[in-house]
T-cell receptor
Framework: EAQVTQNPRYLITVTGKKLTVTCSQN?????MSWYRQDPGLGLRQIYY???????DKGDVPEGYKVSRKEKRNFPLILESPSPNQTSLYFC????????????FGPGTRLTVT | KNEVEQSPQNLTAQEGEFITINCSYS?????LHWLQQHPGGGIVSLFM?????KKHGRLIATINIQEKHSSLHITASHPRDSAVYIC??????????WGAGTKLIIKP
């Protein structure tokens, strides 16, 4: 089954404690992306990757890091989380960036206290 | 002003009604997506279109590139159609610009 998986689905953490949200897709897509979703603001892109070892900033990259060492995996790293990073996070992939059908992970709800 | 505007922001209707959700954009695009976000949070792609009209079941999407406008219609609406509907446009470098979404509630 074609899918994008994210882990964990829910996470409560404290300010400053490094965390990683994993994302994996099984469709051999070259393009992967991370979004955060906040009430009233819609989806905002954090980082995206056009291919292995190629990553670029989206609209709200501050406080986040990513890596793309393998085609299937695109982890999101928060080195020092802060309460303003409390949000719902989605990973997505497609075969041709925005021009292809978008496949989303189930979301990770992060709370930073 | 946002580059992609959806209207209405919220819509409540009775079961069976014909639903229209609008998406207007101010940038040049090559195509546009409509997606559905379920109450549980999951997001699924409904349509991607660059011209004319597409239909899938009770859902119909139209786009007018010259007028910079797209609509999503739901015929014979049902409570299970309750969701947030999101429009996203594709700009030249294949990046997406997202609308804020329309929250639809269908009452039985």
């Amino acid at each position: 089954e074609a899918q994008v998986t994210q882990n964990p689905r829910y996470l409560i953490t404290v300010t400053g404690k490094k965390l990683t949200v994993t994302c994996s897709q099984n469709m051999n897509h070259e393009y992967m992306s991370w979004y955060r979703q906040d009430p009233g603001l819609g989806l905002r892109q954090i980082y995206y990757s056009m291919n292995v070892e190629v990553t670029d900033k989206g609209d709200v990259p501050e406080g986040y890091k990513v890596s793309r060492k393998e085609k299937r995996n695109f982890p999101l790293i928060l080195e020092s989380p802060s309460p303003n990073q409390t949000s719902l996070y989605f990973c997505a992939s497609s075969w041709l960036a925005g021009a292809g059908e978008q496949y989303f992970g189930p979301g990770t709800r992060l709370t930073v206290t | 002003k946002n580059e992609v505007e959806q209207s209405p922001q919220n819509l409540t209707a009775q079961e069976g009604e014909f639903i229209t959700i609008n998406c207007s954009y101010s940038v040049g695009i090559s195509a546009l997506h409509w997606l559905q976000q379920h109450p549980g949070g999951g997001i699924v792609s409904l349509f991607m279109l660059s011209s004319g009209k597409k239909k899938h079941g009770r859902l119909i999407a139209t786009i007018n590139i010259q007028e910079k406008h797209s609509s999503l219609h739901i015929t014979a609406s049902h409570p299970r159609d309750s969701a947030v509907y999101i429009c996203a446009v594709i700009r030249g470098n294949y990046q997406l610009i997202w609308g804020a979404g329309t929250k639809l509630i269908i009452k039985p």
